[in-house]
């Protein structure tokens, strides 16, 4: 089992659609969750981080599920300039040292 | 603009050439970080230097040689690579324990 795992997509929606991403993760001791994007050929961003309570930034908005070890990312009123790779992302003991456990990624294709 | 600065921003090189990447951040961050992508993939952890030392190394071959000259600068030394070494390469920093990373918008990288 994949240490993080998403849906690769692509995700085609229009203009004005609401999408959520999923991804789950297996190590139950990790304690820090977050959301990167990354745009073809460019550098990953930091999102946004992931809290248990839920954290919204706008037309964004990232659920942790620590019982279920989910991780969601809501996007409302998709713009074009959404359009991009949504990378999940876990802070986690691998290899007997904490590191950042990247997901493969979502690809979301938004369209007039 | 990113606030981690990577040189160069392309490179071809031939399989005896030694080269250099570097990477330059001033946002006071201790931890700095080599990842490697490669095409449609998640980004791979490198190496790690936390306040100037080697704390990680992913079991990663030494043709890559990284060094970290003081707090700002990072570099990866590269010689004698193998054309399925290229790829992007990203610089990316944090302050020590956060997992928030910058990233640099990174070194895509060919070996002929």
């Known amino acids: 089992r994949k240490e993080v795992e998403q849906d690769p997509g692509p995700f085609n929606v229009p203009e004005g659609a609401t999408v959520a991403f999923n991804c789950t993760y297996s190590n139950s001791a990790s304690q820090s969750f977050f959301w990167y994007r990354q745009d073809c050929r460019k550098e990953p961003k930091l999102l946004m981080s992931v809290y248990s309570s839920g954290n919204e930034d706008g037309r964004f908005t990232a659920q942790l599920n620590r019982a279920s070890q989910y991780i969601s990312l809501l996007i409302r009123d998709s713009k074009l300039s959404d359009s991009a790779t949504y990378l999940c992302?876990?802070?986690?003991?691998?290899?007997?040292?904490?590191?950042?456990?990247f997901g493969a990624g979502t690809r979301l294709a938004v369209h007039p | 603009d990113t606030e981690v600065t990577q040189t160069p921003k392309h490179l071809v090189m031939g399989m005896t050439n030694k080269k250099s990447l570097k990477c330059e951040q001033h946002m006071g961050h201790r931890a700095m970080y080599w990842y490697k992508q490669k095409a449609k993939k998640p980004p791979e952890l490198m190496f790690v230097y936390s306040y100037e030392k080697l704390s990680i190394n992913e079991s990663v071959p030494s043709r890559f040689s990284p060094e970290c000259p003081n707090s700002s600068l990072l570099n990866l030394h590269l010689h004698a690579l193998q054309p399925e070494d290229s790829a992007l390469y990203l610089c990316?920093?944090?302050?020590?324990?956060?997992?928030?990373?910058?990233f640099g918008s990174g070194t895509r990288l060919t070996v002929v």
């Open positions: 992302v876990v802070e986690g003991l691998s290899g007997g040292y904490n590191k950042l456990i």
């Open positions: 990316a920093s944090s302050d020590v324990g956060d997992y928030g990373y910058t």
